[in-house]
């Protein structure tokens, strides 16, 4: 399993940019499939990109793509997810989650279905955009 801890969430206005950071502890040098996922009250939770640890994959959701930006820095176990020209409806619980099974075939499918299917989620990091 892996272990994960959100942080950076806050409360930005609109146009704003964030950065949240995901620590995560996992098999070293392995290759594997992780998230960033939002949900917002009363709605399902959404993937909104993924990439694959120690390897080139990433991937955005529509509803995110060209203003989020996924990244690693595996020296320091970190994902990060770059938000910017936060809009009120990006405002949400956002989570990130790992699954060590999924190639990168399987990681993007899953992801955009909302991870259901990944078996390590950290605690999220609250973003509300007003």
């Known amino acids: 399993h892996v272990q994960l801890v959100e942080s950076g969430g806050d409360s930005v206005q609109a146009g704003g940019s964030l950065t949240l950071a995901c620590t995560f502890s996992g098999p070293p040098s392995s290759t594997y499939c992780m998230g960033w996922f939002r949900q917002a009250p009363g709605k399902e939770r959404e993937g909104v990109a993924a990439?694959?640890?120690?390897?080139?994959?990433?991937y955005y959701a529509d509803s995110v793509k060209g203003r989020f930006t996924i990244s690693q820095d595996n020296a320091k176990n970190m994902v990060y997810l770059q938000v910017n020209s936060l809009k009120a409806e990006d405002t949400a619980m956002y989570y990130c989650?790992?699954?060590?099974?999924?190639?990168?075939?399987?990681?993007?499918?899953?992801?955009?279905?909302?991870?259901?299917?990944?078996?390590?989620w950290g605690q999220g990091t609250q973003v509300t955009v007003s």
């Open positions: 989650a790992a699954d060590l099974r999924w190639s990168s075939a399987q990681c993007i499918p899953l992801m955009l279905a909302g991870g259901v299917e990944f078996a390590d």
């Open positions: 990439i694959m640890i120690l390897g080139a994959t990433t």
